[in-house]
């Protein structure tokens, strides 16, 4: 008789900064219910992962989950893997941290379960060739690729089954291939096609191995899963026909399998994750192209030959394609280092320990990218990881600083980008000023470890050429269901008419030099055109003034155009180590011999929640100050003008997909303060403003 092995690999996971009620909806309706019927079937055999902030959250809120992974552990049904306990992407943060991570789940596993994990799941199973020596410093013996890792790699279909050694540094480690059409059989399709698929490749002599790897979230939690899954008896049925062919379907967990049987072959891997992930990776235009290839080669009939040659991008463009997202990475690198330089001083280990904790928490994947899920997109989740980063950061300057009140200032090619940028530092802010726009990138007020200018620019996706051709939600035929990778849903009616792309990044102090024919209107929706040729064009930093122990006077100047008349801004941003406000002195010159007549506005983003700001754009009359407060935040943001100015304001609202469907998303509120402004022939116009944060008590 013909017989195969299988091993399944299921991973759980909630990110950091995820709500309270989607972890408890998770463990109610898929959790919960998954662990429960496996351990009704003693014999269905698997390898288990979860991420530390799932566990953390289960250590506090449900225990009863904790026992039963542990009754399963310790009746030899189940094996645990390890990881970075924070799930992050172990090739994309600093080594060290890499190493404490993965270090910290599998001492966490072997306290809690008393036993030592040897394999490790690979955050969304991004692959870098220096991955094996992070993995194989700390132990580990296996992890979970996808399989086309191996056909990149030039290997035959055929011979993809059971397990490859790779290397780096000579630290070698082995990889399972996880079959993608288990991927899309399972739990998406009756399980007599698992079943017939896994008999097509069973072999005589049985050695061959089939590995099932994918998230524990199709289970129950992905949309109509649950009802799928466990309420019209999926999983039931499959665990039922697993046990009653298990004379020819061996389930094995990787590690017993790699005891058993030797490797397939030695291969080296290029850089790569799952097919969907790298088009994701891709920017806009190129993500739709290549999903018409990719459609035209399926159509064809030749996805399978062309499949091998045929790729997206990889992880690490999601830093080019999202400023934001490279931001807050390079962000996270630079904490790192703080918080290592912090731990070289000579204080107590558990000062360190809390601040790299709070760093190993911002380092969760999650809100980095954007794909079928929100991630990035999703405010609630870039907050998390800016508050944990800023609480790392502050506790690390609270070992740095000795005296009370400081003031750092610091230049340099922050974000990789072949300019410098400023970096300040005090104990109540931090702040990131970038010469491209002359703009500030980031506020942190470390008082509620909250950054201020989180916010995200509306620009084009790949997905949104289908809003206006969505189909109607395909109910699912007779035994499948449709994968969240097939669904494309709007959540509302009429987006299409809502998709509107900056054509710059959005921060603070934004220059702008419009007609005066431009309304509210037209600038909420970019339906209009700059004067000039400041907006998201380089400042020079002429200077930086320190001369005062508790204040900074940045420079800034720019000799641009507007309306094709030659324009000099000079820009002067006063920081205090005492107080959390910011200077703010324009001086425009008109060096030409005619009158300029313009409307001058600099544009603040924030990501603060009104709960009437943040639903429609509003104008406001001329005043001579201005206070906006973030009712989530309980903050307060004070406007001083030299002179009266007007001001504007509507919220920022992204058209992103998430595994429910494309949505509309609140990224944050826009104030426009502007003045019309005539300045005559070599003359000067100066504007001053201070802004000021203020805490709030609700």
Same mark, same amino acid.
């Given at each position: 008789?013909?017989?195969?092995?299988?091993?399944?690999?299921?991973?759980?996971?909630?990110?950091?900064?995820?709500?309270?009620?989607?972890?408890?909806?998770?463990?109610?309706?898929?959790?919960?219910?998954?662990?429960?019927?496996?351990?009704?079937?003693?014999?269905?055999?698997?390898?288990? =992962?979860?991420?530390?902030?799932?566990?953390?959250?289960?250590?506090?809120?449900?225990?009863?989950?904790?026992?039963?992974?542990?009754?399963?552990?310790?009746?030899?049904?189940?094996?645990?893997?390890?990881?970075?306990?924070?799930?992050?992407?172990?090739?994309?943060?600093?080594?060290?941290?890499?190493?404490?991570?993965?270090?910290?789940?599998?001492?966490?596993?072997?306290?809690?379960?008393?036993?030592?994990?040897? +394999?490790?799941?690979?955050?969304?199973?991004?692959?870098?060739?220096?991955?094996?020596?992070?993995?194989?410093?700390? +132990?580990?013996?296996?992890?979970?690729?996808?399989?086309?890792?191996?056909?990149?790699?030039?290997?035959?279909?055929?011979?993809?089954?059971?397990? @490859?050694?790779?290397?780096? *540094?000579?630290?070698?480690?082995?990889? @399972?291939?996880?079959?993608?059409?288990?991927?899309? @059989?399972?739990?998406?399709?009756?399980?007599?096609?698992?079943?017939?698929?896994?008999?097509?490749?069973?072999?005589?002599?049985?050695?061959?191995?089939?590995?099932?790897?994918?998230?524990?979230?199709?289970?129950?939690?992905?949309?109509?899963?649950?009802?799928?899954?466990?309420?019209?008896?999926?999983?039931?049925?499959?665990?039922?026909?697993?046990?009653?062919?298990?004379?020819?379907?061996?389930?094995?967990?990787?590690?017993?399998?790699?005891?058993?049987?030797?490797?397939?072959?030695?291969?080296?891997?290029?850089?790569?994750?799952?097919?969907?992930?790298?088009?994701?990776?891709?920017?806009?235009?190129?993500?739709?192209?290549?999903?018409?290839?990719?459609?035209?080669?399926?159509?064809?009939?030749?996805?399978?030959?062309?499949?091998?040659?045929?790729?997206?991008?990889?992880?690490?463009?999601?830093?080019?394609?999202?400023?934001?997202?490279?931001?807050?990475?390079?962000?996270? $690198?630079?904490?790192?280092?703080?918080?290592?330089? #912090?731990?070289?001083?000579?204080?107590?280990?558990?000062?360190?320990?809390?601040?790299? *904790?709070?760093? @190993?928490?911002?380092?969760?994947?999650?809100?980095?990218?954007?794909?079928?899920? %929100?991630?990035?997109?999703?405010?609630?989740?870039?907050?998390?990881?800016?508050?944990?980063?800023?609480?790392?950061?502050?506790?690390?300057?609270?070992? /740095? =600083?000795?005296?009370?009140?400081?003031?750092?200032?610091?230049?340099?090619?922050?974000?990789?980008?072949?300019?410098?940028?400023? /970096?300040?530092?005090?104990?109540?802010?931090?702040?990131?000023?970038?010469?491209? %726009?002359?703009?500030?990138?980031?506020?942190?007020?470390?008082?509620?470890?909250?950054?201020?200018?989180?916010? /995200?620019?509306?620009?084009?996706?790949?997905?949104?050429?289908?809003?206006?051709?969505?189909?109607?939600?395909?109910?699912?035929?007779? +035994?499948?269901?449709?994968?969240?990778?097939?669904?494309?849903?709007?959540?509302?009616?009429?987006?299409?008419?809502? /998709?509107?792309?900056?054509?710059?990044?959005?921060?603070?102090?934004?220059?702008?030099?419009?007609?005066?024919?431009?309304?509210?209107?037209?600038?909420?929706?970019?339906?209009?055109?700059?004067? %000039?040729?400041?907006?998201?064009?380089?400042?020079?930093?002429?200077?930086?003034?320190?001369?005062?122990?508790?204040?900074?006077?940045?420079?800034?100047?720019?000799?641009?155009?507007?309306?094709?008349?030659?324009?000099?801004?000079?820009?002067?941003?006063?920081? =205090? #180590?005492?107080?959390?406000?910011?200077?703010?002195?324009?001086? $425009?010159?008109?060096?030409?011999?005619?009158?300029?007549?313009?409307?001058? %506005?600099?544009?603040?983003?924030?990501?603060?929640?009104?709960?009437?700001?943040?639903?429609?754009?509003?104008?406001?009359?001329?005043?001579?100050?201005?206070?906006?407060?973030?009712? #989530?935040?309980?903050?307060?943001?004070?406007?001083?003008?030299?002179?009266?100015?007007?001001?504007?304001?509507?919220?920022?609202?992204?058209?992103?997909?998430?595994?429910?469907?494309?949505?509309?998303?609140?990224? +944050? $509120?826009?104030?426009?303060?502007?003045?019309?402004?005539?300045?005559?022939?070599?003359?000067?116009?100066?504007?001053?403003?201070?802004?000021?944060?203020?805490?709030?008590?609700?």
């Amino acid at each position: 008789m013909k017989s195969i092995h299988l091993s399944m690999v299921i991973h759980f996971h909630q990110p950091v900064g995820n709500y309270d009620y989607v972890f408890e909806k998770a463990c109610n309706v898929c959790y919960g219910p998954f662990l429960k019927m496996l351990s009704d079937y003693p014999a269905v055999r698997m390898a288990l =992962h979860f991420t530390g902030c799932l566990l953390e959250w289960l250590e506090e809120h449900r225990a009863d989950l904790l026992e039963r992974i542990s009754h399963l552990v310790t009746r030899g049904q189940v094996e645990l893997l390890t990881g970075g306990f924070y799930e992050p992407i172990l090739t994309q943060i600093p080594r060290r941290d890499a190493l404490n991570q993965v270090a910290l789940l599998t001492e966490y596993i072997h306290s809690r379960f008393g036993i030592h994990p040897v +394999g490790a799941w690979n955050a969304e199973r991004i692959w870098e060739p220096h991955l094996p020596s992070i993995l194989g410093e700390k +132990g580990v013996t296996y992890t979970i690729i996808d399989e086309n890792f191996l056909k990149y790699a030039g290997v035959e279909e055929e011979k993809t089954y059971g397990y @490859f050694m790779t290397e780096d *540094q000579g630290k070698a480690i082995a990889v @399972f291939p996880s079959s993608k059409r288990l991927r899309y @059989f399972i739990p998406f399709q009756e399980v007599d096609e698992t079943v017939y698929f896994l008999k097509r490749v069973s072999t005589r002599d049985g050695h061959r191995l089939l590995v099932y790897g994918d998230d524990a979230e199709k289970f129950g939690l992905w949309p109509e899963t649950h009802k799928w899954v466990f309420g019209q008896g999926w999983l039931k049925r499959f665990f039922n026909i697993l046990v009653q062919h298990r004379d020819w379907i061996h389930l094995v967990t990787p590690s017993e399998y790699l005891s058993k049987y030797p490797p397939a072959d030695r291969v080296y891997l290029p850089t790569a994750s799952y097919d969907e992930m790298m088009g994701w990776a891709l920017p806009a235009k190129m993500g739709a192209l290549f999903e018409d290839i990719l459609t035209e080669v399926k159509d064809k009939g030749n996805g399978d030959v062309y499949g091998p040659f045929l790729r997206g991008g990889y992880w690490r463009n999601f830093l080019t394609k999202y400023p934001e997202s490279n931001h807050m990475h390079k962000r996270m $690198i630079y904490v790192s280092d703080k918080v290592s330089k #912090a731990s070289r001083k000579k204080v107590t280990g558990v000062k360190v320990k809390k601040a790299q *904790q709070e760093l @190993f928490r911002a380092q969760c994947n999650c809100a980095y990218w954007h794909g079928v899920f %929100g991630g990035l997109y999703l405010g609630h989740l870039r907050s998390a990881i800016y508050e944990h980063l800023i609480k790392a950061e502050t506790l690390a300057d609270k070992i /740095l =600083h000795k005296r009370r009140m400081w003031l750092d200032v610091e230049r340099l090619d922050f974000n990789c980008d072949g300019q410098e940028e400023i /970096l300040v530092s005090t104990p109540h802010s931090g702040l990131c000023l970038d010469v491209n %726009g002359g703009m500030i990138t980031e506020w942190d007020f470390r008082p509620r470890s909250v950054n201020l200018a989180n916010t /995200l620019s509306r620009r084009p996706e790949a997905y949104h050429r289908h809003l206006v051709s969505i189909p109607e939600p395909k109910k699912h035929s007779e +035994g499948k269901i449709q994968s969240i990778h097939d669904i494309t849903v709007s959540k509302e009616k009429g987006l299409e008419k809502l /998709l509107v792309y900056d054509s710059y990044r959005r921060g603070m102090l934004i220059d702008h030099f419009l007609g005066k024919d431009v309304t509210l209107q037209k600038f909420s929706l970019g339906q209009y055109r700059e004067l %000039g040729d400041f907006t998201d064009q380089s400042y020079t930093l002429k200077n930086i003034d320190t001369s005062k122990p508790t204040e900074a006077i940045l420079y800034f100047q720019r000799k641009g155009h507007v309306a094709k008349r030659t324009v000099s801004v000079e820009k002067n941003i006063l920081l =205090h #180590a005492r107080r959390p406000e910011i200077g703010v002195t324009y001086t $425009i010159t008109n060096p030409s011999r005619k009158e300029i007549e313009f409307v001058f %506005g600099g544009e603040c983003n924030f990501s603060l929640w009104h709960s009437e700001l943040s639903k429609r754009p509003r104008s406001f009359r001329k005043s001579s100050q201005f206070e906006l407060t973030g009712e #989530a935040e309980e903050l307060k943001i004070r406007f001083q003008f030299s002179q009266e100015a007007k001001m504007w304001i509507f919220p920022v609202q992204t058209i992103s997909q998430s595994e429910s469907g494309i949505e509309k998303t609140y990224q +944050g $509120i826009s104030l426009l303060p502007h003045w019309r402004v005539k300045i005559g022939p070599r003359e000067k116009k100066r504007i001053n403003f201070v802004l000021a944060i203020e805490k709030t008590l609700t």
